[in-house]
């Protein structure tokens, strides 16, 4: 879910600007007051209409296609707002600042469809700041709209006093069809350049755990669970991710962080490299991202998504014909989803990414890109038509693969990287039972190596130089 406009503003980035990418193995390390927090997951399980489980990405002279996250899984937190506390859950969002919540009388009304609502008439911290003007957010597909408000956030640990919010009065229905009574709303966390007076700029909670110096250094790091082993029969799933805040734990990748600089003025979004696609044989067809692409990383987005035509040529094309078919005609598609016979998946390549110029490949496999489709069991593909002619978006098909690192850089106020702000990347490592949560604040020091780099690592993060250099890219 790409939230990136902020206050239904629809002024949004330029093209992201070319500028170089800086990679390097030097990461935040773990240290004391390094807090993990656990995350939710939750199945889609009813997608088969678009509106569904749309992804919310804004648009800035974005493809108008919607951008489905049906068949897969959503992120979520726990949190508490006001005095005394309400409970919440939240999704995560890296793809947007704002934080917003549906309103007890939005729910009562029909116009909001969460799992409750917050009730500023039982907070005595409660304060409306929105001087009697409405705000809101409005994506690609579906908007929310309330008015700025502030009451005590508790997240974890942390206790968030005059946290600024949306209080939200209206959901359209794509919104209300997200939400289907699992959640209350959604925490930013977008780079946002900490440029005030920029009209996307929304006082956000990571911002605000900055600004208090509550966290030890001004980085998070996030880790989703690639496990499928289900311990309960809710749709809520505990232990499906964990935030770190302050740096990245050392239990969640292997090998070395690889960083590259964040290029955009709000997303965290980097130079985009090349794309391959793994063959028979162990060849690939690889090709240069056309000049000017970039990658957003973005955890409220479960696919990943490139510009149509690229997709089809070179990602698609080669798929399909690893089992000797054609890509499907757009009117083919089931629930606008590219689908393969489930029974062939084992023969489809690998797929590989680099970013920036050190032509480090994170590679998917089959099992990372294929899912079955809960409403006819059928198998999709997680490559997917849409984000912009200049962005590309990663999702949580690419996260679960890959524990990611923001680092929103050095500044007179903390003691952040000088390279940033910047995204890192690393091998995810460990699962989890799907069955319960906490969070804990860790006191255990530790490098940014984690464990020996096993021969699969390898093959992912290994400066395939000579391979690469083998292969024309076109």
Request: glycine share 10%.
């Amino acid at each position: 879910m790409l939230l990136a406009a902020v206050a239904l503003l629809t002024t949004l980035h330029q093209g992201a600007e070319c500028a170089p990418a800086s990679t390097t193995t030097t990461a935040p390390t773990e240290e004391p007051g390094l807090v993990r927090l656990s995350l939710d997951r939750v199945s889609l399980t009813d997608p088969h209409t678009p509106n569904s489980a749309t992804s919310r990405w804004a648009v800035s002279g974005a493809s108008s296609a919607e951008m489905l996250s049906t068949g897969d899984y959503a992120y979520y937190a726990q949190i508490t707002v006001g005095t005394p506390v309400q409970a919440f859950t939240v999704q995560l969002d890296t793809g947007s600042s704002a934080m917003w919540l549906g309103s007890k009388d939005c729910n009562a009304k029909g116009n909001c469809n969460d799992r409750s609502g917050f009730d500023p008439t039982a907070s005595s911290t409660f304060r409306d700041v929105s001087n009697g003007k409405s705000n809101g957010v409005k994506y690609g597909t579906g908007q929310v709209s309330g008015f700025d408000v502030t009451d005590t956030v508790t997240w974890g640990i942390y206790n968030i006093p005059q946290q600024q919010f949306i209080l939200v009065d209206n959901e359209d229905s794509i919104i209300k069809n997200f939400n289907d009574k699992q959640s209350d709303g959604l925490i930013g966390l977008a780079w946002q350049n900490g440029n005030t007076s920029s009209k996307l700029w929304y006082p956000s909670v990571i911002n605000s755990l900055m600004a208090s110096k509550s966290i030890m250094q001004p980085v998070f790091s996030i880790w989703l669970n690639p496990s499928t082993i289900d311990t309960t029969t809710s749709n809520m799933k505990k232990n499906g991710g964990e935030l770190v805040f302050g740096g990245i734990s050392s239990q969640r990748f292997t090998g070395s962080v690889r960083y590259y600089k964040v290029i955009d003025p709000y997303f965290w979004a980097v130079n985009m490299g090349s794309v391959s696609v793994w063959t028979a044989g162990s060849t690939a067809t690889n090709v240069q991202a056309p000049t000017g692409r970039s990658a957003l990383f973005d955890s409220g987005t479960s696919k990943i998504y490139l510009e149509s035509s690229f997709l089809v040529k070179n990602v698609l094309t080669p798929i399909y014909g690893s089992l000797g078919k054609s890509v499907p005609a757009s009117s083919q598609l089931d629930s606008g989803f590219n689908t393969i016979p489930c029974e062939s998946r084992q023969s489809l390549p690998d797929v590989s990414f680099t970013f920036g110029t050190d032509g480090v490949q994170y590679v998917l496999t089959q099992q990372d890109y294929v899912f079955v489709m809960s409403w006819n069991k059928k198998c999709g593909l997680s490559f997917m038509s849409g984000g912009s002619d200049t962005q590309w978006i990663f999702g949580d098909t690419f996260l679960r693969k890959f524990v990611s690192v923001y680092d929103f850089g050095k500044s007179s106020d903390f003691r952040g990287s000088d390279d940033g702000p910047r995204v890192g990347l690393a091998a995810s490592a460990g699962v989890a039972p799907l069955e319960s949560s906490s969070f804990v604040a860790t006191g255990n020091a530790s490098t940014t190596q984690a464990g020996a780099t096993s021969s699969a690592e390898q093959l992912v993060y290994g400066l395939v130089a000579a391979a690469v250099a083998a292969i024309v890219a076109l």
